[in-house]
Every structure is written in C-alpha cells, then in structure tokens.
C-alpha cells in the first residue's frame, strides 16, 4: 500500500485517494459510501478487515458474516481500484501493544455499552489511516457515534484527512441498512421496523416544538416499548461531543441501540441546522 501511495503521489498528476474501510458483508450503505469516494477522489480503496479489537467478549465477532467472494465482486462492479484485505496476523502481530484511545467521547453511547469497542475502531482505523494514507474517508451517518469518536481522533492527531459522512440507507420500510440484518428472523426485521418508527416520531414531535429531551426521550421509549423492544440506550446528545444535551437544538443528535432478538441495532438521525428536522 505504502509503494502504491507513492506511486499516486509521483507525477504531475498528484492523484487524490479515498478510502472506503468495512468489516465486509456490503450492502447498498457501504455501496453508496463507495460511489461517494468515486465521485470525490481519482481513485479509491475499499479495505475488508473484522477487526476482533472492537469486538467485546462474547459479542459476536466469531459469527460476524464473512461474504469475502461476493464483497470482493461488488466491489470490482462498483469501480473500486484496490482492495486492502489484511490478516488478523499482519495487522495485530503478536508483539503489537500499542492501541489508539479517545477515553472520554470514547466512552459515551456505543462506548458505554460496549467498553474497549471504540478503542478497537480508533485503533484499527488510525492503522487504516497510516497504511493506506488516504486523502479523504468515508464513514456511514449510521454509526454517528463512531463518526463523532474518528472526528476527534483525526482533531486530535492531526490526520491530514478529510472524513466524510455519507447519509444513512434504509430499506423500503425504513430499517437502516446493517450487516447484521441478516440475522434477523422475518418476524424480528418487522419488529425491528420500531427503531425508525420511534425515530419519525420523535423527529415528527420535535417539528411540533417539542425540544425538551426527556420528552423526546420519552417518546423513542414509548414506542419501542409497544413493540417489545430491548432498548440499550435511547440519548439526546450533542452530535460531535455526545454529551447530552436537556434541550434539543440543531446539531443534536437523536440516537438508539436496541436489541431484536440478540441481535444490536443502532440507529440516529441529527437535527439539521436549519432547523428542519430530519427524516
Ligand atoms: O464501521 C465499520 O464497519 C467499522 O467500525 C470500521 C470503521 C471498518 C472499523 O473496523
């Protein structure tokens, strides 16, 4: 990766790369994050690694989906140039002992519920980072909190790279689009359909004026509630602190973690600036 680089970097023509990381299992999100680096940058890598760091134990890092053919095929249909597609072994060698944390927003929402998730992710992506030395990232709305966690990473080490937020995709009915959809049943994915649910329904409150965050709070919670659902956290919360935030305002975001079965679903949406609400 690091003689492909200079390659790029040689010449006049000073080629820009965008670099689209995955744990593989693609689907249409991680595809519309791809067409977005096609669009932004001369040439664009997409790396697959399930990186067992950001996996807590007993989660589900053995069962994670491995799709390594037809990820590789997608990819190569949707006009990636490389693909970078390590071992565990090559990116984690037994001497490795150096991990990369950002302990406070780190520990918020995702972090707090899955301790030593985001020093996996920040770790493994400031490797990412150093090995492919991409010009520009992109990373789904989806994961906000991971966003708001590599926003401060790349602030506070000073990555000379642009991240780019690409705007969540959702099936028909709404779900947002995750790899670990596929583990849920026919009747899960329809009680699933509550995370977006609640989520308009809030945003739909907000839009009436509602800006206390317990009652927007309170709404997600009812709603999921009603279905049955398992909720790990309902937040109102800064988007790029996480800290929570009493009143909603622009910028704030509105998120969820809940389980279906056993399986963990997050999902979010942010008050745009303007004030309109999203959805
Ligand atoms: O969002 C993901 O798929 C992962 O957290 C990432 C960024 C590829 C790091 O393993």
Redesign the pocket.
């Known amino acids: 990766m690091h003689e492909l680089r200079r390659a790029l970097r040689r010449g006049s023509s000073m080629e820009t790369l965008g670099l689209v990381?995955?744990?593989g299992a693609l689907h249409e999100g991680h595809l519309s994050l791809v067409r977005a680096a096609l669009e932004g940058c001369d040439r664009v890598a997409a790396?697959i690694?399930?990186?067992p760091t950001?996996f807590a134990p007993g989660e589900d890092f053995a069962k994670y989906p491995r799709t390594f053919e037809a990820d590789c095929a997608l990819l190569e249909q949707a006009g990636v140039h490389y693909l970078f597609a390590p071992t565990t072994e090559e990116m984690y060698p037994p001497a490795a002992e150096t991990f990369v944390d950002v302990p406070k927003i780190g520990s918020r929402l995702d972090g707090a519920s899955r301790p030593g998730h985001f020093r996996?992710?920040t770790t493994?992506?400031s490797k990412?980072f150093h090995i492919v030395q991409p010009d520009r990232a992109y990373?789904?709305q989806k994961?906000a909190a991971?966003v708001a966690v590599?926003q401060a990473m790349v602030r506070d080490l000073n990555f000379d790279i642009e991240l780019v937020v690409c705007p969540t995709r959702r099936d028909a009915d709404g779900l947002a689009l995750s790899?670990r959809n596929r583990y849920l049943s026919e009747a899960e994915r329809e009680q699933a359909l509550a995370i977006p649910q609640a989520l308009c329904d809030a945003a739909e409150s907000i839009g009436q004026g509602d800006s206390s965050s317990a009652i927007v709070r309170a709404t997600l919670r009812h709603d999921l509630d009603a279905a049955g659902v398992r909720v790990d956290y309902t937040c109102v919360v800064d988007a790029r602190s996480l800290e929570p935030v009493t009143e909603v305002r622009a910028g704030s975001l509105i998120a969820i973690a809940a389980f279906i079965g056993s399986t963990r679903l997050i999902d979010n949406f942010v008050v745009p600036i303007d004030e309109e609400v999203a959805e």
């Open positions: 990381p995955t744990m790396s690694f399930v990186n950001q996996g992710v493994v992506v990412l990373f789904g994961d991971q590599l790899s």
